[in-house]
């Protein structure tokens, strides 16, 4: 229950002299003017996860600010102190995205850093986060901050944070960053008086070794030669791209690529479109419009920092059609390996990564080249700590996930959008150097490894009663799994909560081997798979369905497709979604 003089309480404590005059002056009217913004505003405390920080931008113990990012970075501090290799030359590389105040946020997380006595590596200007991730090898750094949200919409902001070897933070470090920043209890607490003669400036040079890495990524540079001219449309939704794409692209060899100069300057309150989500077909809409006017053969978009990918292909008729997250990466998994095998670069211990909750083609593709594949959990980071526990003894070559991230090559530990466009851009070139599009190399793909749909349905249920809720429905599932779905016998139930697979055909139980999560998969008789689990950012409750089956000739992939939507279909009705 909320207690109106409770949360007033707590925000007169803003009105103090160590908040600056505009912070003040915006709680002020709050307490004065508008109580249903003061509840929003100081409610709780935003949320420091396993992932860092992420909410609307503003004053308040619940918004993203210089104080609650401050209280953050203090508290990453401190962990760095008791755990970093060295504590006594302490190294932290620290970037930022597009956003409004992001820049501002990084120097302030700079200053920390610096009056903690730690040297900071920080980006002179907005950088995109596969490129965070590579400083941080690079200059051998303890951590690394980026200022950052992602995806969302243009009033939030966030900050993530990535552990020495560039990936995301995982056990034990997740955990222990989140107690030391839940034990600062006062903006006090937070060390002041920044050292600037202990910042680097990260620009140029960090650019170069980054771009030479993502160019030794290429595969077939002759077939890019001899196709150098097709036509790419590509637009960074005013994100962090803007530079590095067309760079790329560039060193690669291509010379006949597009920007769409509206989305091509960097801005915070993305004018241009509704959201900067490269998953959303309107994202896109002026790219194609800009590729139809040009001919080009694709289009391609990362979101504003840069890690997400999403890609536009044309279609026999003229048309583009945006593809998901799992045929981009299935185009990726397939063209790395095998132009890897073709051309000899195969030593037999190369492996790919790949979710629990991304389209089995991946593995399958891998599986029938002869290269291992890996599945993990949802989240990057669990690609980061699969790569440092193999590294020396296997070759990571490739991956991703159905939201959108890929990663090629092991110099960096995070999704990378910028390589991920130079290899479909090569993979396009490839395939119109035999006659074909791109849309044609995945129906091609298809006919090969057996036709894969995949279908998303987010079910939205918001406050307290909303989460009760989405509580109730996994313990419903977990308990009282459905017998048969659409009329298909379910024979497969694996529970990542109790890490226990159970065959409902003859009751075995086997383990398994990843860390404990609230997901439940369903495996059908037919086939169908069904995964369920709450979102860990937002209020809602995710289903992902795929299902397949073998793609005799392309010519029959419409009448193929669409028996597969129409299973899917059945089953979120059978489910009541």
Not at 160 to 179: A, E, L, M, R, T
Not at 525 to 530: A, N, P, S, Y
Request: charged share 25%; net charge negative; hydrophobic share 35%.
């Amino acid at each position: 229950m909320i207690n109106i003089d409770d949360i007033r309480k707590k925000a007169e404590t803003w009105l103090g002299e160590e908040f600056d005059e505009p912070t003040r002056k915006e709680v002020r009217n709050l307490l004065d003017n508008d109580e249903k913004g003061l509840i929003d505003a100081f409610y709780q405390d935003l949320e420091f996860g396993t992932g860092g920080l992420r909410g609307i931008m503003g004053a308040g113990t619940n918004r993203m600010n210089r104080y609650t990012l401050g209280m953050a970075t203090q508290g990453l501090a401190n962990y760095l102190k008791k755990h970093a290799a060295n504590p006594s030359s302490i190294k932290v590389a620290i970037a930022h995205d597009c956003r409004n105040n992001s820049s501002y946020f990084a120097k302030v997380a700079s200053d920390i850093f610096t009056a903690n006595g730690f040297t900071a590596y920080l980006f002179e200007a907005l950088r995109p986060t596969p490129e965070l991730s590579y400083a941080i090898r690079l200059y051998g750094c303890d951590a690394g901050v980026n200022i950052t949200a992602s995806h969302n919409p243009k009033e939030y902001n966030g900050y993530k944070v990535s552990w020495n070897d560039g990936g995301q933070v995982v056990s034990p470090h997740d955990k222990g960053i989140i107690d030391e920043v839940r034990s600062i209890r006062s903006v006090r607490e937070i060390k002041t008086g920044g050292d600037d003669s202990r910042i680097n400036m990260l620009g140029a040079s960090t650019d170069g070794k980054y771009l030479a890495e993502v160019k030794a990524l290429s595969i077939n540079p002759d077939v890019i030669q001899r196709n150098n001219d097709i036509g790419i449309v590509y637009t960074p939704l005013h994100g962090t791209g803007y530079k590095l794409v067309p760079e790329a692209l560039a060193q690669y060899g291509f010379t006949n690529v597009h920007t769409v100069k509206e989305q091509s300057v960097p801005d915070g309150n993305f004018p241009t479109i509704h959201s900067p989500n490269p998953e959303e077909p309107d994202a896109l809409s002026m790219a194609v419009a800009l590729a139809k006017e040009k001919g080009a053969d694709v289009v391609m978009a990362t979101d504003p920092d840069g890690d997400r990918l999403g890609v536009a292909v044309r279609k026999p008729s003229g048309e583009f059609v945006l593809l998901n997250g799992n045929q981009t990466g299935a185009i990726l998994t397939w063209y790395i390996i095998s132009q890897k095998k073709n051309n000899g670069e195969l030593k037999g211990n190369e492996y790919i990564i790949y979710t629990i909750v991304t389209s089995d083609l991946l593995g399958c593709i891998a599986e029938k080249n002869g290269v291992k594949s890996y599945q993990v959990l949802t989240g990057f980071k669990f690609f980061a700590e699969l790569m440092r526990d193999l590294e020396g003894r296997e070759k990571y070559i490739g991956g991703g996930e159905e939201s959108f991230g890929y990663l090629a090559g092991d110099y960096v530990r995070d999704k990378d959008g910028i390589s991920a466009i130079t290899l479909i851009a090569e993979a396009a070139a490839w395939a119109r150097d035999r006659g074909k599009t791109l849309w044609e190399l995945l129906l091609d793909i298809y006919a090969e490894y057996g036709l894969y749909r995949e279908k998303l349905i987010n079910v939205v249920r918001k406050g307290a009663e909303g989460a009760a809720e989405i509580k109730a429905m996994m313990e419903g599932y977990r308990t009282s799994p459905p017998a048969a779905i659409a009329g298909s016998r379910v024979v497969r139930a694996d529970d990542y909560q109790s890490l226990v697979s159970t065959d409902l055909v003859t009751g075995k139980k086997h383990p398994l081997n990843l860390e404990k999560s609230n997901v439940l998969q369903f495996f059908l008789e037919d086939g169908t798979k069904i995964s369920v689990r709450p979102s860990g950012t937002e209020p809602k409750i995710k289903f992902y369905f795929s299902a397949f089956t073998s793609l005799p000739d392309t010519a029959h992939f419409g009448q193929l497709w669409q028996g597969l939507d129409d299973r899917i279909d059945a089953v979120i009705r059978d489910l009541n979604l």
